[in-house]
């Protein structure tokens, strides 16, 4: 279906502009993946640009939920509001060094797009200025700008869009045809991509995006764009092979990604009992080391052998990809990139107003992240290991990693649980407050279990279309899938208790849906704002206690609503209780709500669990 064009920049064009350009990327993902030689020829630019962009689109769509069922109802947020959530969206989401910098980009136009005057940026003139400040900017977030790169597509497509009078649809395709021009002058511009024979992966995503960008403002989809120069791509295992020359132009050929298998050990943060890795070896354990258990989130490290995509003979460089979200100051944050330039290469670092994204290719792993440590607090950490002496130096054939039978992945809400659920034997995904993953997180978690069968839980009644998006990529690519609707992480606890590997797989996933089922939950939290519930109107900072998602408790007192909530779950009766204490929650809350029960219900037991940082105060699950 012809796509309606948007006239000027408002909130529904970054709205279209994300979706289209997400439609964009995959179906260029596999073409991008195939291409990537540089700066590691790892093969999933393309996929870490298409995880980037969706984690911008899915912020968009939240704000437009957000005002459709707000107190206005407004239906149409504000252009700032938009730009600045796709901006966010994309800092938090980025994926490797290309996403990185595409989320600079990004960001760099919702400055201009965002910004306070009298005149609002939403016209020809407007995009152009949004354009060389995105260029501008995301050049100076990268330590040693190269050019040939994404870098080099992005300064021609804002040098085009600056000569172009006109609205918004002129600039787009002048911007466009400058950043098409400048990706087929690529290969002439870095030799990596010269002596493979193709255009820079990153420049060919950005080509993309600017396209959906095109479509956004005029309704015309580009044409195909030539991504190689020599009928040459990346093989896996090192090398090139031969392109059929039909392959040239696959910019609108549809393709699923190709997986990656990945393997992931949690590094406990302090404060809660370290795990013993599985299969942990001398790579993870030297990471672990060097850490010193102190990083506050998800640590993931991805083994050389876990890995599907290599860099051609010969190649060499630093062995690690360190990628992090850092809350930290301005300050600090400059003193960080003179310490991981020292440490390595690829240094991106995107972001501010005290949330950031760090990206650097580095040897010491360790000292990167310690680095992150002391300039402030740094997060969702992922550590991947190149590899040293295999194929990624190489170029000779490794045997695939044999995969396990049968896996659990489920999303958690902080970290205590996180450890809890790792401890059990699942692979996690970390869902922090006001930042739920992605499908693209929640599938490369099921990969990076390496199973042959999944069973995943969302443990969030709002991300099931996100999960069975994930489960539904999954399966494409060969992997049995099982989706448990689990709407609370205490539904999860029930379900993962009861999980059996050896059983028949249909058999397992009954007995951990019944149990789930079986399962009632609450949480108590805080309300934000003044708002009509199912027990009357509560206003900001009330104490909420809800029951099967529904407020069913107002009151001032945590211990005391949590006490009420308790009773109204206990009167249909229970056999087990179930106590997730986050960190906000009184100290004393646990062990009233333990004497409560031990008092009033006989042969009812308590068990109780640390959440951490999970967003409400505590969880209650009756068994």
Not at 252 to 257: H, I, K, N, T, V
Not at 341 to 361: C, E, I, P, Q, T
Request: charged share 20%; with cysteine.
């Amino acid at each position: 279906m012809a796509q309606v064009p948007q006239t000027f920049f408002d909130a529904l064009a970054v709205r279209t502009w994300c979706g289209l350009a997400l439609e964009a990327l995959g179906r260029a993902r596999e073409e991008i993946d195939a291409i990537n030689v540089y700066p590691v020829a790892d093969g999933d630019t393309g996929t870490n640009l298409y995880l980037t962009v969706e984690s911008a689109a899915a912020a968009v769509e939240a704000v437009f939920a957000g005002h459709a069922v707000g107190p206005a109802q407004s239906g149409k947020p504000a252009l700032a509001d938009a730009a600045r959530a796709m901006a966010h969206g994309a800092l938090i989401g980025a994926q490797g060094n290309s996403g990185t910098i595409l989320a600079q980009l990004l960001r760099g136009m919702a400055q201009v797009l965002a910004a306070d005057g009298e005149t609002p940026h939403t016209d020809g003139s407007g995009l152009r200025l949004a354009l060389r400040h995105a260029a501008d900017s995301a050049r100076q977030a990268v330590a040693h700008p190269v050019e040939g790169t994404v870098l080099s597509v992005a300064s021609a497509a804002a040098d085009a869009a600056d000569g172009t009078e006109g609205d918004c649809g002129a600039v787009a395709r002048a911007a466009y045809e400058g950043a098409r021009a400048a990706l087929a002058a690529t290969p002439g511009q870095l030799a990596v991509l010269g002596r493979a024979g193709v255009v820079d992966a990153g420049g060919r995503g950005l080509v993309a995006v600017l396209g959906a960008l095109v479509e956004t403002f005029t309704g015309e989809v580009p044409g195909a764009v030539a991504v190689s120069a020599g009928h040459a791509r990346v093989r896996r295992g090192g090398g090139t092979e031969a392109w059929a020359a039909q392959g040239d132009a696959g910019g609108d050929e549809a393709g699923d990604p190709h997986s990656r298998a990945q393997a992931a050990d949690a590094l406990q943060p302090h404060g809660t009992d370290p795990l013993q890795p599985h299969g942990a070896d001398a790579l993870q354990a030297h990471v672990a080391d060097a850490l010193h258990a102190r990083v506050d989130g998800e640590t993931a490290v991805t083994p050389a052998a876990a890995l599907a995509d290599d860099c051609a003979p010969g190649a060499s460089g630093p062995a690690f990809e360190v990628i992090y979200l850092l809350e930290a100051e301005d300050a600090a944050v400059s003193r960080l990139r003179d310490r991981l330039d020292a440490l390595g290469d690829s240094l991106v670092v995107v972001g501010g107003d005290g949330l950031w994204n760090v990206h650097v290719h580095v040897d010491d792993a360790g000292a990167a992240v310690e680095a992150g440590v002391e300039a402030g607090r740094p997060y969702r950490i992922r550590i991947t290991h190149f590899g040293a002496g295999d194929v990624h130096t190489t170029g000779a054939e490794r045997p695939p990693r044999e995969r396990v039978q049968r896996a659990v992945v489920a999303v958690v809400p902080g970290e205590g649980l996180a450890g809890l659920y790792t401890e059990a034997g699942a692979t996690t995904v970390l869902a922090r407050p006001g930042e739920p993953p992605a499908s693209g997180e929640l599938l490369d978690a099921v990969r990076r279990a390496h199973a042959r069968e999944v069973v995943l839980l969302p443990n969030d009644a709002d991300l099931r279309h996100t999960a069975a998006a994930a489960a539904e990529q999954a399966r494409a690519e060969g992997i049995r899938v099982a989706l448990i609707p689990t709407r609370s992480a205490v539904q999860g606890i029930a379900a993962l208790a009861v999980h059996e590997p050896e059983r028949r797989f249909d058999e397992d996933v009954v007995s951990m849906t019944s149990a789930a089922g079986a399962t009632r939950y609450a949480e108590v939290a805080v309300a934000e704002r003044q708002s009509w519930t199912m027990a009357g109107i509560c206003q900001a900072g009330d104490v909420l206690g809800l029951v099967d998602g529904d407020v069913a408790v107002i009151g001032s007192d945590v211990t005391a609503t949590a006490e009420s909530v308790l009773d109204r779950m206990l009167q249909a009766g229970g056999e087990l209780v179930t106590l997730v204490i986050g960190d906000e929650a009184p100290e004393s809350v646990a062990a009233h709500l333990e004497a409560r029960v031990r008092e009033s219900y006989l042969a009812v037991d308590t068990v109780v669990y640390r959440g951490g940082r999970q967003g409400a105060l505590l969880l209650i699950g009756v068994e």
